[in-house]
């Protein structure tokens, strides 16, 4: 007998891809990965069948569009904003520390009965049989969420390859070897795209067309390594608050390819490969900020996020890690958000690539110092930002929103910590700060690699974990400050 959960796993995943009116012309009608470990034995006999008209033994991917369109999208915006449920509270009430949260004798001596040999007791899940979907709205926002991002990816590392030529990124010091490796990195998000879409089921979004900065290698291979950092950090901000240990399961063994991923773009960039102890994990609505503005419309019927939009804000000294002396540029971002780099027309001695001066030389290697760094504590930092109610996104159809009041802070999301530093304004929607000097232990200066700023109005006390409460007082940003 099947569990009943896993009989609606199942259907949902064996109506997939029936659902999704750009599948493909391949006459497999097999299923998916997750739908086969979700309904454990039983249901693998019906994946074996349904696999026996498929060349290859292996579950089937989900396809995306079959042609991805690249530009501004220039129609009318018919702004619907945010997926909403019929009541909307006022806000997430926080209860205390739970009274068992710190009752468990933390001696190193086993205190309750072993259930099997070798088995201390306690853990969660290990006793129940998987079904690997999303258990509720959480879940789906945020795993839908996910997808739009694993969607974009496999355009984008396509589209670099397409855009520019053998040349364009030999003159940037990428190899045969190194276009060979951003194609299978492009092949790694149908696998992504297709678990992801399975745990979901037949609502899962699909592919959308975008719209990209860049216009060059070194830009582009700079917006890939920041797109993969704020996919990375924003899977990490919900992984543990999901209802779904499952989803979690999996997301997680995707999410680690992604910041493999990461890493290898900054060392295609010439930038030192991880200058962090630990990896940052952000809130839904900072990914879907930072990605929203790339994606120019998706096709009718798709599935929308019920995540926020907040203000764009911009880096006007954001380092440029093309130059040789990076905190020189000024207004050198291809925009708002990522704030990726500007590379038109840094040459010569500016630029740090084929810089005779080789103790700043970032041409792609596995490792790189360099001896000017590209930002450094208590650097003045100028910033702009933009008024709420703005369209963005997908056909222009979601709404830049904030609920804070005036902006006061600078809120730098980094690591393992959130770090305030005061903000003088400058006008209404710009000011200066300053960066923070702080380690998050002893040797590890917290600011440091691609990390998250973001106008707030307070400097609330905030954990990895408890790190959504920011939310509601955001003014603006997040943005990517490229530090190290
Ligand atoms: C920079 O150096 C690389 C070799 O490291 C070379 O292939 C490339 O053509 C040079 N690019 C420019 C713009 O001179
Ligand atoms: C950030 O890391 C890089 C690479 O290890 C290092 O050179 C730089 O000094 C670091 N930045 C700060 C602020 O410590
Ligand atoms: C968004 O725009 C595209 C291209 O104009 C159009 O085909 C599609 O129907 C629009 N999507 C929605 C959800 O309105
Ligand atoms: C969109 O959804 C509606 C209602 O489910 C359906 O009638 C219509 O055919 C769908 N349109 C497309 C293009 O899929
Ligand atoms: C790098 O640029 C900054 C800002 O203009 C300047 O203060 C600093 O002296 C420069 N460093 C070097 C080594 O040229
Ligand atoms: C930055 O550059 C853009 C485009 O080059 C320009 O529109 C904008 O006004 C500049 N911003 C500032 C603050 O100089
Ligand atoms: C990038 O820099 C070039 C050269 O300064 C400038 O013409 C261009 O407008 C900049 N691009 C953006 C998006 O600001
Ligand atoms: C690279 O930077 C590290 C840390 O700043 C330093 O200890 C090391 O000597 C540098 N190595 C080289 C080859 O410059
Ligand atoms: C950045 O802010 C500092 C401190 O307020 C100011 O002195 C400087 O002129 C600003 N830079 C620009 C280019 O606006
Ligand atoms: C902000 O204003 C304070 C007080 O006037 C000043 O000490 C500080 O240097 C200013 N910070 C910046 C980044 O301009
Ligand atoms: C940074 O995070 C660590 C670990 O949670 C914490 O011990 C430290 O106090 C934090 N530092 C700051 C400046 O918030
Ligand atoms: C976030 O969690 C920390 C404990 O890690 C707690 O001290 C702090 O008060 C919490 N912040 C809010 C706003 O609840």
């Known amino acids: 007998m099947l569990p009943r959960k896993s009989i609606v796993a199942l259907l949902a995943s064996l109506s997939l891809t029936s659902a999704i009116p750009q599948q493909a012309t391949t006459t497999t009608t097999s299923t998916s990965t997750a739908s086969s470990g979700s309904s454990t034995s039983t249901s693998s006999t019906t994946t074996t069948t349904t696999q026996a008209a498929a060349s290859s033994s ?12 690249h530009g501004a999208y220039s129609g009318s915006a018919s702004v619907t904003g945010a997926v909403t449920a019929s009541s909307v509270g006022t806000g997430i009430v926080v209860g205390g520390v739970p009274p068992a949260a710190t009752t468990y004798p933390a001696d190193g001596q086993l205190h309750d009965p072993e259930p099997a040999p070798y088995v201390p007791a306690g853990g969660v899940g290990l006793n129940t049989t998987p079904v690997y979907n999303v258990k509720s709205d959480f879940d789906f926002e945020s795993l839908a969420l996910a997808l739009y991002q694993e969607w974009i990816e496999l355009d984008l590392f396509q589209y670099g390859l397409e855009a520019f030529s053998v ?10 070897e190194d276009r060979a490796l951003i194609e299978f990195m492009a092949i790694q998000e149908i696998g992504h ?27 582009f291979v700079d917006f890939c390594q920041k797109l993969t950092r704020f996919g990375e950090a924003g899977v990490y901000g919900y992984l543990s608050h999901l209802d779904s240990r499952e989803a979690s399961q999996l997301l997680l063994q995707s999410i680690t390819t992604e910041a493999r991923q990461q890493l290898i773009f900054r060392q295609f960039e010439g930038l030192f490969p991880m200058p962090v102890w630990f990896q940052v994990g952000v809130p839904q609505s900072w990914a879907w900020t930072l990605l929203a503005p790339y994606i120019s419309s998706c096709p009718t019927n798709q599935t929308r996020l019920a995540w926020q939009n907040f203000p764009a804000l911009w880096i006007l000294n954001q380092p440029n890690p093309v130059r040789r002396n990076a905190t020189q540029g000024f207004n050198e971002t291809l925009g708002a958000g990522t704030n990726t780099l500007n590379s038109t027309g840094i040459s010569g001695s500016d630029a740090c690539f084929n810089n005779t001066d080789k103790s700043n030389d970032c041409n792609p290697a596995i490792s790189n110092n360099r001896s000017i760094p590209l930002s450094y504590p208590r650097r003045v930092v100028n910033l702009t930002w933009e008024y709420p109610g703005k369209p963005v996104g997908p056909n222009s159809s979601y709404v830049t929103s904030s609920t804070a009041g005036s902006p006061a802070f600078v809120a730098w999301v980094s690591q393992l910590n959130v770090t305030y530093s005061p903000l003088n304004l400058t006008s209404n929607t710009s000011g200066t700060t300053i960066q923070p000097s702080v380690e998050t232990y002893e040797g590890d200066p917290a600011v440091n690699g691609t990390l998250f700023i973001a106008i707030t109005d307070s400097d609330l006390y905030l954990t990895p974990f408890n790190l959504t409460l920011i939310n509601e007082h955001v003014v603006a940003g997040p943005a990517l400050y490229q530090a190290g």
């Open 167 to 176: 040349s364009d990124f030999e003159d940037a010091g990428l190899t045969a």
């Open 58 to 69: 292996a579950p089937a991917t989900r396809p995306g569009l079959s042609s991805v369109s």
């Open 193 to 219: 795209a297709t678990v992801i879409s399975n745990m979901l089921g037949p609502q899962a979004p699909v592919q959308c067309n975008y719209n990209y900065p860049f216009t060059n290698v070194r830009e």
